[in-house]
Structure formats: structure tokens, C-alpha cells
């Protein structure tokens, strides 16, 4: 590992609490676009390439702990310590939809179709939101057994994936029996739970422990032991050659997929790392930390293929025009000075 090369990430401040989850959009039309959700109730919209902020989410009383976007980037979803699940239009930063329950969301996650939006979190409960028909009452899944921190969906919408913050394992459920049908064992309690791009594997970060699964067939492909205890791991989505881990130690681990050998390894952060994602074509990956920080780290060029690797340099080339375009479009999205501290009621705030 050559020691001597330090990556210099973009760094993007507005948070003023720390940082508990990232998601990217897959790459639409306009760009791709990149959302954070913090413990400041504040969750944020940025250029998913540049880092640049574009809005803020107004309306949450409580830290948020999880956060998505919509296959197209239209809509955005959080869940919140303050009993509520919110679904925003992405363009305009309105409040379309607040799903109350009855206690603490730690996770949320939009339908590949869009038309669903699947929640969890500490009542034990996972529900199946209609957006078709949102004021109809959710679909209830057979109870979780434990307090719910991670939810997915796969095989095209058929099955959801949850982890419990309380008990080890990944649990998938079957959606149109609501039944649990396999159960991925883990030592300690699964924190990520990631499906790849391809929908081949299911990666997990449990301890001090990385896994991948066959999403199929849910056999453990690899298991790798961590330098440190990893709150949250991300497969590079192109060609899956390689992984980040982020964890305690402050720093990002890169590394090769198929040996576990440490390719690379970056320090930043000021305070554990919470969260990482790689962007959709692999180019650069996010991490959010306590620090209350989002940075975005490049990964050099993809060198599989240069045929490639000039037409993800031109897509990026195409982004950086559309991207402002979308930004400019939109008015009336809280342009506040978003480095500012915002005082915000936080008896509602809740710690795991």
C-alpha cells in the first residue's frame, strides 16, 4: 500500500449535529444527487458529484436517522426520532406526506418501482406505505423480533431485507406472505446492509466483521475480520472489485474484494465514521461522520476498460451542466446559510 498518496475528500459542512446516514440516487437525466440525514433534523440535498449543497428539508423535530431518494430523484423519504416517516418532493423541498407512528423510525427505503415505501424502526414493526394511495393505512409485515435499524428491498420488490439493532442477523421477508424466509446469521448486530447495483450480493457490516452474501441464495461468499469495529460498509456498484468500510477509527478502509487485502486507507474524519456510500458509478464514495461532516473522496479513474472510462468521464462532463440547471430550478428551497447552528427543540432527540 503506497502511504505516501493522501486523498484530499471534498468536504461538505451544513450539519450541525452528526451525520447518520447517506444515500446516492441511481444517475437520472439531471445528475445524481446525494441526501444525509443527521441527528441536527435537518436532512440535506446535494450534487451527488460536486458535494454542492442544493437544500434543506424543513419540518422534522427530531434527529433523523435514515434518509432515501426515489428511483428518479423526485422524491426524498426520512425517518425520524419524532415518531414520523416524511416524504418530500426533490425538486421543491415541500412536504408531500408525514406517515406518524408510534415510536422511534430508524429506517426507510423506497420501492425500486417507487409506488412503495417500507419503514421500521423501534415499535418492532415493519409497514409497506402505498404512495399511490397514501392515505390508506400501511401494510403491517409480520412483526420484527427485535427494534428494527436497517430495511432494503430485492428481487424486484419481492422480497425486504431487515437488521435489528437489539440481536444479530439479517432477516428476509417474503412480501407478498409477509413471512420470514431466511435468515442470514451474524455474531453481532448487522449496523449496514447494503444490495449491490446488480442485485448479486448482500453486504453486511456486523462488529468488527464485513460480509457478502449471495442475494440468491443467501450463502456466505466472503467474510472478512475489520481493523476496527465497522458501523457501515459499501461495495464499489461497477464491477465490484472493491469495498469501504467506515467505523470508529476514524479512518476509511478500502479493499479488494476478492483477497480482503487493504488497498487504500483515508483519515479525515474528526469523529467516528457512521455512514459510507459509493456513488452509482463508482467513481467517488461518500462518508458521514459524528463530526457532522459529509466528505465525498474520489477513486481515481476505473481502469478496467478505458472505452469505459471515457464515457463515465463524459457522463460527469454531462452532469456538471444539468446539475446547476436543477439547483437554479429550484426557488423557494430554504436557501438559508446552511453552516448555520440551527436551535431546534432536542428533548425529541434520541441517541441508539
Partial sequence: MDKKKVAVPLVCHGHSRPVVDLFYSPVTPDGFFLISASKDSSPMLRNGETGDWIGTFEGHK???????????????????????????DA??????????????????????????LLTGGVEKILRIYDMNRPDAPPREVDKSPGSVRTVAWLHSDQTILSSCTDMGGVRLWDVRSGKIVQTLETKSSVTS?????????????????????????????????????????????????????????????????????????????????????????????ASGSEDGTIRIWQTGPLTLDDSETVSANGSVDKVKVTADEV???????????????KEKDEAVEETS
Fill in 327 to 341: 439547483s437554479r430550478k429550484i426557488e423557494g428551497f430554504h436557501i438559508a446559510d446552511d453552516g448555520k447552528t
Fill in 91 to 116: 425538486l421543491t423541498g415541500d412536504e408531500l406526506h408525514s406517515f406518524e407512528h408510534k415510536h422511534i423510525v430508524r429506517a426507510c427505503a423506497f420501492s425500486e418501482d417507487t409506488h412503495l
Fill in 193 to 285: 446492509a447494503e444490495v449491490s447495483q446488480d442485485g448479486r450480493y448482500i453486504t453486511t457490516a456486523d462488529g468488527s466483521t464485513v460480509k457478502f452474501w449471495d442475494a440468491n441464495y443467501y450463502g456466505l461468499v466472503k467474510s472478512y475480520d475489520m481493523p476496527c469495529t465497522v458501523e457501515s460498509v459499501s461495495l464499489e456498484p461497477k464491477y465490484g472489485n472493491k469495498f469501504v468500510a467506515g467505523g470508529e477509527d476514524m479512518w476509511l478502509h478500502v479493499f479488494d474484494f476478492h483477497t480482503g487485502n487493504e488497498i487504500a486507507c483515508n483519515k479525515g474524519h474528526h469523529g467516528p465514521v457512521h455512514c459510507v456510500r459509493f456513488s452509482p458509478g463508482g467513481e467517488s464514495y
Fill in 62 to 88: 427530531g434527529a433523523v436517522w435514515s434518509c432515501c431518494l426515489d428511483t428518479y430523484a423526485l422524491r426524498a423519504a426520512t425517518a425520524s426520532a419524532d415518531f414520523s416517516t416524511k416524504v418530500w
